[in-house]
């Protein structure tokens, strides 16, 4: 097989003094030296690609990673084999990893292509989490499934390699970071959702959680289902493969979604600029065209419980006979999705929090965590390798998660600021890198509000998904047993090899007849190599009919998604079979008034001990109101309350042992149910007027207000300090000191405050209540206090 050849330093032709036939004809001779040479260089590359298939397919089709790995867990020695595989990532040398720093297990998606876009180069998720000081695990796959292998076999598998990692690091107390791209979100959000106890955060990058979701224009993709007449077709499929579903037939759904690029741009650009791109086209065909196959059980628990039944929100969907309930993950969840990415957008991504929890008072209320992270242009494959993707959102995210995890429960929308250069902003040493993060407090009314069309149209899917219901119960009872018995495995891998995505590249190698003169003429074009000048007369023509060529593409796309949607609308809408086969009550009103239901019970349950907590309790309230009526937790501002609690002589019942993030998840849960309560009760919990003023203090140091109680920021504060009748000058003189204790200032003083007491903080019972203004309710009660801020400006 021949290599690669390095393409030697081209020299632009010079056409400062053109010759009076370039004159006449606009320099047309020396375009066409060029684009001759591009052309044989061009095809020289499309040999080296199916080359570098065959040689894949030799190889047994390895996982694409940069890294060099070890096995740790084969999936084929387990009880219940499976091809899956856990492997531990070797970093580059110079990143040794720490010993106490916490796991992370990157999973790959199984969606037609091989494993290894994870680890594709340094610059991923794997790259930054090495970084870090994170070791890392990788789960990867072999191209065939085991016979009998089920996306429950999996399931376990998954999370028998968790456990091998959690007992590799006894160190450790913290559980394993997973970050699970694209179909392998949701499947280890169905693990995690199982056996929480085994996850510490969960990050779903391109993830497609809610499968209705979207609109006409953002996912098109949606509507395969109504025009291919369910999910009966994949069940033949894979019938007809003798077990077995190709992974190549969705890579070439993937394909369809965007002709221009298949069929046009990618080739142009390569044959464009072949001097430069033949490496990069290489590097990324060589993972594009590794093909891994399925069983049709597999396929078949996909597509009927999620891309067409959508059951995966709804707790509908079964392992071992259990519904997966999505509200049983504890640990917090990242999203991390794109408005570029046309596979997974923005509303599929992050619908399912809708539809699962119904309220986010709901997910503050249960203790739970969720944050998501929006990328305003790149594409799918980009989340998971752009090397500025990584070096932004995945280095912050990695270098964020002590902050992620001391987050009060709720619902926040990760928000990544480029820090300016020119001035210094405050406790910036706890913020090292180039961006500044903060957490906004985000509603479910935010998440609708990031699709332009609603959800309206979801109802005819619901209709679709009835529809595929009946065409897969005809099918499997008349039909797939005359498929089953008619299919062989070797006629099934024939065809496999026959698929048009593998004969492009079996045929076009150096087994082909062409291949010698194609390779002797590339060879004679990089020795002679004369390119043109970018701006030359005719390569800005060529330029300009290349651009037409993918508008007409991408205007012949848009008519078809659009004829499609609405085909399917008349098809399966209330005119249609939605007539006769009305949709279901939608996921999102069950989810709603479930969460009523619960918020009404927890409300009631934690009001009879409203009042109950000591100083600790307090202050961790006082903080939440803060940053509630702000909008937003600062990472900064988690970081310095770390330092701010390891003060001494804070108060009598704060100790070492005194667990401040516990206790802020515990008021964040109250202040859910019960916000105006929580804080009228505050009088009991700090009786005295130094504590309460040593409370304010200590809060104002955590929000970063301190400097002046008159700042807009420190309403919460300013609305306290009336309330609980305390002077705030005083307030304000050690909060200063506070800060200046931890670092902050020239002179940092000593504080005085009463020795703390040797056993650690205890719940208090509540003093006899005061007739003040505040307990009467009018202070606070007519104010609500957790008013998320709303955001400027529209989404996109």
């Known amino acids: 097989m021949a290599s690669r050849k390095k393409p030697v330093a081209a020299t632009v032709a010079d056409s400062s003094t053109p010759s009076p036939a370039a004159s006449t004809w606009g320099g047309l001779d020396a375009y066409l030296t060029d684009a001759l040479q591009r052309s044989f260089l061009f095809l020289d590359t499309l040999l080296d690609r199916g080359n570098a298939y065959l040689s894949h397919l030799e190889q047994g089709t390895p996982p694409l990673l940069k890294f060099g790995h070890e096995l740790i867990i084969d999936g084929h020695d387990l009880p219940q084999p499976c091809n899956y595989a856990l492997v531990r990532l070797q970093p580059p040398a110079g990143l040794p990893a720490d010993p106490a720093a916490r796991p992370v297990l990157v999973v790959d998606p199984r969606a037609g292509h091989g494993p290894g876009i994870g680890g594709f180069k340094f610059d991923s998720e794997v790259g930054m989490a090495m970084k870090a000081g994170h070791t890392v695990y990788f789960a990867t796959f072999r191209p065939e499934p085991e016979d009998g292998q089920t996306l429950v076999t999996v399931m376990d598998a998954e999370a028998r390699f968790l456990e091998e990692i959690i007992a590799r690091h006894p160190q450790c107390q913290a559980k394993p970071v997973v970050i699970g791209n694209c179909q392998a979100g949701w499947a280890m959000m169905t693990v995690d959702a199982v056996r ?62 965007n002709p221009a690029n298949t069929w046009w741009n990618k080739y142009y650009n390569l044959w464009a600029g072949v001097d430069t791109e033949a490496e990069r086209f290489l590097e990324f065909e060589r993972w594009w065209g590794g093909f891994f196959r399925m069983t049709g059980a597999e396929i078949e628990a996909i597509v009927e419980n999620l891309f067409v039944g959508n059951k995966l929100a709804r707790g509908e969907v079964m392992a071992h006979g259990q519904a997966i309930d999505l509200r049983n993950i504890v640990a917090p969840i990242v999203v991390f999705a794109s408005w570029g990415d046309n596979i997974t957008p923005p509303p599929q991504a992050l619908n399912w929090i809708v539809d699962a929890w119904g309220d986010e008072r709901a997910i503050a209320a249960a203790g739970r965590t969720i944050i998501y992270v929006l990328h305003e242009s790149v594409g799918h494959l980009g989340i998971f390798v752009g090397g500025a993707v990584a070096k932004k959102e995945h280095d912050q995210l990695v270098t964020s998660l002590d902050v992620i995890e001391s987050l009060p429960p709720g619902l926040y929308e990760m928000k990544l600021q480029a820090k300016d250069g020119r001035q210094a902003q405050r406790w910036d040493t706890l913020e090292p890198g180039d961006y500044t993060v903060h957490y906004e407090h985000r509603t479910m009314q935010d998440i609708r509000d990031l699709n332009p069309e609603g959800r309206e149209d979801e109802s005819v899917f619901s209709t679709i998904a009835q529809w595929s219901e009946i065409n897969a119960s005809l099918y499997k009872t008349w039909l797939r047993p005359w498929v089953r018995m008619a299919s062989t495995r070797a006629g099934a891998d024939a065809m496999t090899r026959m698929n048009p995505l593998r004969m492009q590249r079996q045929m076009w190698s150096d087994s082909s007849p062409l291949a010698p003169f194609i390779r002797g003429q590339a060879a004679a074009a990089r020795a002679a190599r004369q390119p043109v000048d970018p701006q030359h007369p005719w390569k800005q023509f060529e330029q300009r009919m290349a651009q037409r060529i993918t508008d007409e593409l991408d205007a012949w796309r848009d008519r078809r998604d659009a004829r499609s949607a609405r085909l399917t609308t008349q098809l399966f809408g209330a005119q249609g079979l939605g007539a006769w086969l009305p949709p279901r009550q939608s996921d999102e009103v069950r989810a709603q008034q479930r969460a009523q239901h619960d918020l009404a019970a927890l409300r009631a349950a934690a009001l009879p001990a409203i009042a109950e907590g000591g100083f600790a309790a307090a202050v961790c309230r006082i903080v939440i109101a803060g940053m509630v009526s702000i909008g937003a937790f600062e990472r900064r ?41 929580a804080l009228n009760a505050l009088q009991q919990m700090l009786p005295e007027r130094g504590t309460r003023e040593k ?102």
């Not at 291919?228 to 394909?255: I, Q």
């Not at 309350?641 to 964040?668: C, I, Y």
């Open 196 to 257: 929480p106890e085994l996850f510490g955060p969960l990050m779903m990058v391109g993830a497609p959680a809610s499968y209705w979701a979207g609109s006409s224009k953002l996912n098109p993709m949606r509507y395969s289902g109504a025009s291919l007449g369910g999910t009966w077709l994949a069940s033949l499929s894979a019938d007809m493969g003798a077990d077995r579903f190709d992974g190549a037939t969705l890579v070439e759904n993937f394909e369809k979604l």
């Open 695 to 796: 409370a304010l203090a200590l809060s104002a140091a955590v929000m970063m207000i301190e400097p002046t109680l008159a700042n807009p920021r420190s309403e919460i504060i300013e609305l306290l300090i009336g309330t609980l009748e305390v002077d705030p000058q005083r307030v304000m003189t050690l909060a200063r000191k506070l800060t200046a204790a931890v670092g902050e200032g020239a002179e940092a003083e000593q504080i005085a405050l009463p020795a703390s007491a040797a056993e650690p903080a205890r719940a208090v019972k509540p003093a006899p209540r005061k007739k003040t203004a505040t307990t009467r309710g009018a202070a606070v009660k007519s104010k609500p206090v957790a008013k998320p801020v709303k955001r400027a400006g529209k989404v996109r």
């Open 637 to 677: 501002s988690l970081r310095l309350a770390r330092l701010l609690s390891q003060l001494p002589n804070m108060h009598a019942s704060v100790s070492p042992r005194t667990n401040w993030v516990s206790l802020l998840k515990e008021q964040a849960r109250i202040t859910a149910v019960a916000p105006v309560e």
